[in-house]
């Protein structure tokens, strides 16, 4: 995840809700520590993220790109690549 550390949790702190039905950090420096503790993951692309899902086990077999998405863990960053948080 190095490099990608002020990116990511921007955009996790923003949309941790998609994930968590309360707030989990309430600022950067949190958010980056709770993607450590969680071991985040950064992923340069839609299919990665279903290769690595897959390997997690979950059953992404005939899910669309967008449903991968739109998956509770996934988060799209802004640069393209995607923020996987297992929770």
Do not use: W
């Not at 690595?52 to 509770?72: H, R």
């Amino acid at each position: 995840m190095k490099g990608y550390e002020d990116m990511c949790a921007e955009v996790f702190l923003r949309e941790q809700g998609k994930l968590f039905d309360e707030p989990v950090v309430n600022n950067t420096e949190e958010a980056k520590e709770f993607l450590e503790d969680s071991m985040a993951v950064v992923l340069d692309n839609i299919q990665d993220v279903r290769n690595y899902l897959e390997e997690s086990g979950m059953d992404e077999v005939g899910m669309t790109d967008e449903e991968i998405e739109e998956t509770l863990e996934v988060f799209k960053l802004p640069n393209g690549k995607y923020l996987v948080v297992e929770a």
